[in-house]
Structures are given as structure tokens and as C-alpha cells.
């Protein structure tokens, strides 16, 4: 699994150079993360014995890639940016798969 989770840094690395992936859409980047980043990472796993560990360390790889591409946000009362929880995170992701 460590060497899955390695490939899937390294595909969403070298995407993120390649494609300038800070100047594409949220919906494109969204795209992206389901169709190129999470096969790299899943490729195989449905023949091999999932730990509880290993699915940590892939939802920790998951929502570190949302993160990326939603950012952070402003909070309007305090007027300072404010770090997303992964609930958050998932909601926002879900929604973005919706309206795909």
C-alpha cells in the first residue's frame, strides 16, 4: 500500500507541474483527483487485504489533494483565513461530483 500511496503523489506531482493545476477549475481539478490520481493510487487494491491503517492513510491522502484544490477560506467575521475540516472538505467534494 505504501508504494500505491508513493505512485499517487508522484501522478498527482507531476500533474499538478505539468497541467498548472492551480490555474484549472475546482470542477477540472475535481476531475482530475477521480479519473487520473485515485486509479494510480487504487490500482490492484480490490486484490489485496486492506488494513484499517491503510485506509487512513488513504483518506489522509484524499483529503490532503482536497485541500489543495479547494484552499482555504476567508472567514468574513474575523477577517482571517481559516483551514477547512474534512467534513467540510467531503461536502464540498460531494457536492462537485453532483453537479458533474
Known amino acids: 500500500m505504501k508504494s500505491r500511496l508513493k505512485s499517487g503523489n508522484a ?3 507531476l500533474v499538478q507541474k505539468l497541467l498548472l493545476f492551480s490555474l484549472l477549475s475546482k470542477y477540472t481539478n475535481i476531475k482530475i483527483h477521480r479519473f487520473i490520481i485515485l486509479p494510480v493510487i487504487l490500482h490492484g ?4 487485504f486492506l488494513t484499517f491503517w491503510d485506509g487512513l492513510r488513504l483518506e489522509v ?3 490532503r489533494e482536497l485541500r489543495k484544490i479547494f484552499g482555504s477560506e476567508g472567514d468574513k ?3 482571517e483565513w481559516i483551514r477547512l475540516h474534512n467534513e467540510e472538505l467531503n461536502d464540498l467534494f460531494c457536492l462537485m461530483i453532483r453537479t458533474a
Open 77 to 79: 467575521v474575523t477577517v
Open 45 to 48: 487494491s480490490e486484490t489485496c
Open 11 to 13: 501522478c498527482y506531482n
Open 61 to 63: 491522502l484524499e483529503n
